[in-house]
């Protein structure tokens, strides 16, 4: 099975967070494998609003019936989410 990988930005705030999602899930719904990757080991300036996409891109996946993996997450990233209460959303895969 092959897998979409997908990379997020190295900056992603409020400020981009709606275009970020949208082509995320561009992506996710164009891409025809049933597995998607996304990386965020390029992710350096954030906030709560990266949250917000991953968990976008999370239900787009749910919705198409893809599998999604999340890799290299920056350690404030992890922290941001167990904050917000949602790190259980966004598990990494190893």
Do not use: W
């Not at 099975?1 to 164009?30: F, Y």
């Not at 609003?49 to 891109?57: D, E, F, H, K």
């Amino acid at each position: 099975m092959s897998t979409a990988l997908l990379i997020l930005p190295s900056d992603l705030r409020h400020g981009n967070a709606a275009t970020s999602l949208a082509k995320l899930q561009a992506q996710i719904r164009n891409s025809p494998d049933a597995e998607v990757e996304i990386q965020a080991g390029q992710l350096t300036d954030f906030d709560s609003s990266a949250l917000a996409v991953l968990l976008g891109c999370r239900r787009e996946a749910e919705s198409l019936s893809k599998t999604l993996k999340f890799k290299q997450f920056p350690a404030k990233l992890r922290e941001l989410a167990l904050l917000y209460g949602v790190s259980e959303l966004l598990v990494e895969s190893t």
